[in-house]
């Protein structure tokens, strides 16, 4: 991957692309028409990054995500139904 965090939540993530050797990333300030493709090829040729990758992709796929997602959703309306919070928020 080759990150050129833009704004928001964006910095965060490709500190963490970086961080997890996924990939690279780098200012927009910083782009050029000789950086980019530079920072592609990088990324390409060298096997760290597509191994870990691959290790990320085969750990999310191995985690049940869909489940998780439902089960803490719902946790929150139950929670919430608890407190009022729900029911006043129907009305």
């Known amino acids: 991957m080759v990150a050129i965090p833009l704004g928001n939540d964006q910095?965060?993530?490709?500190?963490r692309i970086r961080y997890h050797q996924l990939g690279v990333s780098f200012p927009s300030k910083q782009l050029s028409i000789e950086r980019l493709p530079q920072a592609l090829t990088d990324v390409l040729n060298h096997e760290i990054y597509s191994n870990n990758v691959q290790k990320f992709a085969h750990e999310i796929r191995s985690e049940p995500g869909l489940a998780l997602?439902?089960?803490a959703i719902e946790q929150l309306m139950t929670n919430q139904q608890k407190s009022g919070k729900y029911?006043?928020?129907?009305?």
């Open 11 to 15: 910095p965060g993530v490709a500190a």
């Open 69 to 71: 997602a439902a089960n």
């Open 87 to 91: 029911a006043k928020a129907q009305h």
